[in-house]
């Protein structure tokens, strides 16, 4: 073959691969480099029972052994911060991350919140990462192209592609209610977990996070904007802040819909607007259905008490409620929860004074007639876990309180003297 010909070969040939490189190859050429494997070890104690003599004498033995995990994550600054899912590296002893490029590095967690499901890791390196950017996910379209990649099964550096399915999705697991999930049809298995989902243009809109395990093609996101509040921050204090709204509701019913003149089946009731709170600053009033938080509608009571536990103080916060026949859209600007108020919400709901003391809190005072009294609470009771959470001080109390705000009672574990005892108290 002459010069002149295999010149017009290799041009054609690599004008078929230019044809080729579509908007998805291009997306994936940009961005692969930024996300990263997750690998974790975490050491698990299994109880036993053996054989013969040991087994009388000791009783069940016991076993500790290493399980590996998988997961992936996404690099978004590139001096090592990562971003992947709280279940991904939830109890894991040891965290590590391998790079695009094969090499592999030990993470530190820098928090994590397991009501987003976000994690924040951070690798030290003496050259910048390739990192993606994270864009928004305030102006998604239901149809529009979106592409993940992560490791599904451990098959690192694996592309998928679908479109946007729908927003607003609310998925409940267990306990925990998960909100505003971006829906997408592009595959997402196990071990796709904390990867990044992309737009068309490359820009992260998205984190993986969850599927339903009996379908096909139905896997969810965390959106981009609600991924920047939580990363930041986890990053500036290694946890999320609560964040004080200042409402309760509770559960509409088809016949208080009625009464109200609301017409749909979706919807929660404001029975109450805390004095000086935030929403009582932005005229929310009790009485009012909140139909809408941002973009998405309210599902119920605890679709709309989720969301507020994932909002962060100094965001903002959209809300279309009806009154009156009439829809009201206003923003409510959350606040760091006071420590006053939790004071008097635990005086107010279970009839407790209480003040840091060693190992957990002591109770200073109980109020005559409340059910703490009735169970024979008395000062100088030692209060060590409220809904399992384990409260060694002020601030470890204040947040398992926040929690508990919505639920109707509380679990307590109380130490007296040398003994331990829980009991259940209306909240």
């Known amino acids: 073959m002459s010069s002149s010909l295999l010149v017009v070969a290799l041009s054609l040939v690599a004008g078929d691969v230019n044809t080729r490189r579509s908007p998805v190859v291009q997306v994936v050429e940009k961005v692969s480099p930024a996300v990263v494997y997750v690998g974790t070890v975490q050491v698990v104690e299994t109880r036993f029972r053996g054989r013969g003599f040991d087994d009388f004498f000791f009783g069940p033995q016991e076993e500790r052994r290493a399980v590996e995990g998988l997961g992936s994550g996404v690099i978004i600054d590139p001096s090592g911060i990562i971003v992947t899912n709280d279940h991904v590296i939830r109890g894991a002893s040891q965290v590590h991350i391998v790079l695009a490029d094969g090499r592999q590095l030990d993470a530190e967690v820098i928090g994590s919140d397991a009501d987003a499901d976000l994690a924040v890791l951070k690798v030290n390196t003496k050259t910048p990462l ?9 102006d998604l379209m239901i149809g529009e192209s979106v592409v993940a990649i992560g490791s ?6 694996t592309v998928t592609v679908g479109v946007v399915s729908a927003l607003g999705r609310t998925i409940r697991h267990e306990d925990r209610v998960f909100n505003d999930f971006i829906q997408t049809d592009a595959s997402i298995n196990p071990g796709n977990s904390g990867g990044p989902l992309l737009n068309i243009d490359g820009e992260v809109i998205g984190i993986n996070s969850a599927i339903i395990a009996s379908a ?39 016949e208080l819909s009625r ?37 998405t509608q309210v599902e119920d009571a605890d679709d709309l008490r989720s969301r507020l536990r994932g909002v962060t103080a100094k965001s903002q916060v959209a809300m279309k409620l009806f009154r009156a026949g009439q829809e009201i859209s206003l923003e409510l600007s959350p606040v760091e929860f006071p420590q006053k108020l939790v004071d008097a919400t635990v005086w107010e709901r279970l009839g407790l004074r209480l003040k840091p003391a060693q190992g957990g809190m002591s109770i200073i005072a109980v109020r005559p007639g409340t059910a703490a009294s009735r169970v024979g609470l008395e000062p100088g009771d030692l209060l060590l876990r409220v809904n399992q959470q384990p409260v060694p001080g002020a601030e470890a109390f204040k947040e398992a309180i926040i929690q508990a705000r919505g639920k109707p ?12 005892y829980y009991l259940t108290l209306p909240f």
């Open 216 to 254: 096909q093609n139905i896997g969810f996101a965390i959106p981009a904007d609600k991924v920047r509040r939580i990363v930041n921050e986890l990053t500036q204090f290694g946890k999320v802040r609560p964040a004080w709204v200042g409402l309760d509701v509770q559960p509409l019913t088809l």
């Open 409 to 420: 009672s509380v679990l307590l574990l109380v130490k007296r003297g040398q003994r331990g």
């Open 259 to 295: 009464r109200l003149g609301w017409d749909r089946t979706y919807g929660a009731l404001i029975t109450s607007v805390d004095e000086g709170s935030p929403a009582a600053a932005a005229g929310v009033q009790r009485g009012d259905i909140v139909v809408q938080v941002g973009s």
């Open 130 to 138: 390739p990192s993606a950017k994270l864009g928004t996910s305030a």
């Open 152 to 157: 599904p099964l451990g098959l690192k550096k």
